[in-house]
């Protein structure tokens, strides 16, 4: 929200400077995050009057312009501006003015003419381009009949006057108006605040019940219609007071009558839309819901369709407006424009907000109504516009006034017990300094016999609904900085984790041992990511949670799976130059059930590798691949005694490498899955090098965790270690092998280690060498040699018995 500081003053007396207030404000609670002073540097930039202008002897694209600039002056100026004409009232640089660029105005010759001045452009002037009328972008600035020649073009565009922007809080919402501002600094200065006098002076020889009758359909959406209309109206700009605010402000000055609808918006808080009334068709106002596949032109151009549940503003054949986003292009005001109807009206926030995201349309119109509108200010400020309409724009306010009025406001009165506000506060204030506190900002409040106040909310606070909320109005007010710090006093109970929450620490502790960085993400997530995984059409993982009321694409969903949320997390680092990466996070999937609304919510621990551990001085480089995320997982299987851990080669993950993927298994029970991504999947999300990650169901590992574990005296007896070594079909996994080892070895075996893995010269093409270390050991009595040698010998016939195994 930007506010003028010379517009506020005009409702109250402002006793200190603009930053000042500015951190009076924001002490209160209103964000004031920079104030944004004019000041450009206009000495000798004047208005003046162009009285004659003749083509340039020498240019064909150069005008010699004859300017008054008052006291009598009158400068001969060359001007190549293509909007020039004679009456027009422009601002002039004469000799000895610098611009805000820089430049100094000097007497100069042009192609052998003398020109002792400059005309300028808005631009040239240090103003923003996207604030001026279309037509004066591109050519000199131009300014309104009423303006004095000669006056002081720094004065005229009141540039004298500072900005203060404000990042209000979603609950501040009536402070979307310069009155509200100054309510709030009329409190804090200690002076009144001064409303604008409204008076009406309407035709008596009019009717509005003959011109115009308002129905709503759905009043649930629309609360209230106020209708207004102004006629004999003829379309000029504005003011420059007018547009020096609303430029102030941010908004673009159009014309007399859009200007009035917007400087009424920005004044009371209150959106107003303006008809062509010509264009109404069967002098009626129906406020509904668009039908079905119902299209509409709006004012930017673009032809918007309309869904059932958005509520539209319709004459007796069509739809005229998007009801509190944007009016159509078929009844906008236009240049011959003679009657004006006024809209003044009050929407639903829910259906206004959901409207302006479907469509893509945000507007100063949408972002009032979505958060919550006064309704009994929308015949306030209709009866403004229409006095400024009539006053601007030369017509006559026609009798009467339509207030369709089915949802009325009901009072609201809140119970303060001032002893409460001092013990939240922990202060002492009289109780008729809270209520003299909150008298300043509009509420009304009357004493009760038992000490206590009913307090009277003013419908434009739409956030004061609880005691609560009144003691932070008396907190803010009184002064945050006034209140002592103290520290909180009570019993604190002891909270015991549960054992879930315990193992999931534990997790946490191991994993980041293990050198993996924890992250957070968003549940939300986009629809798209399915489609970078590569996933099938059909795939359950892309039966998502749909959110009825999303912020954007990009979180329309609730994920169904850790992964895309780890490889936009590598993305993103990626693109920082951060390309060797260890991460995980403990975190929630989202899975539809069939017939509920709800889905089944499931914690699941994922993790993401890519790149290389840097050399270290005593270290060298380790590459980041499936065999180191396989050890950090057999490292926390290990820590939290998950025992008979099995891993299945699979192929049935897409977005996964078919021949470097596994199935993890525990006891038979299926813990989840571990592997490479896919290139095409890496290639999708921009990584640059090769990236393994894993997806573990967290209450499948609880279940297979041993909470309790078992110890066993050290072994007295010495061990004996022997190594085998055999040749073996590649496509047998190790994990096999080393099972049937252990089959076969039994007690005695107290140990299986693969410790070598060969490809190469002297192994058949489609086989592999598997080289095994094993240790012995009895716990009654010290192994013999030919016990040992006799179970070795029988572990060798096994292998090659069941794999077809050939020894090396």
Known sequence: MLVSYNWLKEYVDININPEELAQRLTMVGL??????????????????????????????????????????????????APNIRVGQKVPVAIEGAVLPSGMVIKKVNIRQMESEGMICSAQELGLDANLLPEEQKQGIMEFPDDVPIGADVADVLNLNDAVLELDLTPNRSDCLSVISIAREVAAICGTELRLPVIEIKEDPNTNIGDLITVEIADDELCGRYVARIVDGIKIKPSPIWMQNRLRASGVRPINNIVDVTNYVMLEFGQPLHAFDYRFIKGKKIIVRRAEEGEKIVTLDGQERKLEPDMLVIADAEEAVAIAGVMGGRDSEILEDTSTVLIESANFNSTSIRRTSRKLGLRSESSLRFEKGVNIEGALIAADRAAQLMAQLGGGHIVKGVVDNYPRKWLPVNIELRPYKVNEFLGIELDPQVIKETLEKIGLTIKD?????????????RLDLEREIDLVEEVARLYGYDKIPSTIPSGDIGH??????????????????ACGLMEVITFSFTSPKVFDKLGLPQEHPLRNAVTLANPLSEETSILRTTLIPNLLEVAQRNTHRKVNNLRIFEIGRIFLPIEGQELPREETVIAGLIMGALEKGWNWESQKLDFFYLKGVLEELFEHLNVGDVVWEPTSDYPGMHPGKTAEIKAKGIYLGFIGEIHPSVIENFELPTQASVFQINFEALAQTSESVKMYRPLPKYPSAERDMAFIVSENIPAAEIEKAIREVGGKILKSCRIFDVYKGRQIPEGKRSLAFSLVYQAEDRTLTDEEVDALHERIKSEMVKRFSAQLR
């Not at 004019?38 to 312009?65: M, N, Q, R, T, W």
């Not at 009760?448 to 434009?460: I, L, M, Q, Y």
């Open 495 to 512: 909270i015991k984790k549960n054992r879930m929450q315990i193992l999931e620490e534990k997790c946490k502790n191991i994993l980041t």
């Open 448 to 460: 009760r016999e038992d000490g206590c106040f009913t307090v009277s909310v003013p419908p434009f």
């Open 31 to 80: 964000e004031v995050s920079s104030v944004n002073r004019f000041d450009k540097s206009l000495d000798k930039v004047v208005v003046g009057l162009i009285e004659d202008i003749k083509d340039h002897p020498y240019a064909s694209k150069l005008s010699l312009c004859t300017v008054n600039v008052g006291d009598g002056q009158r400068l001969k100026i060359i001007c190549g």
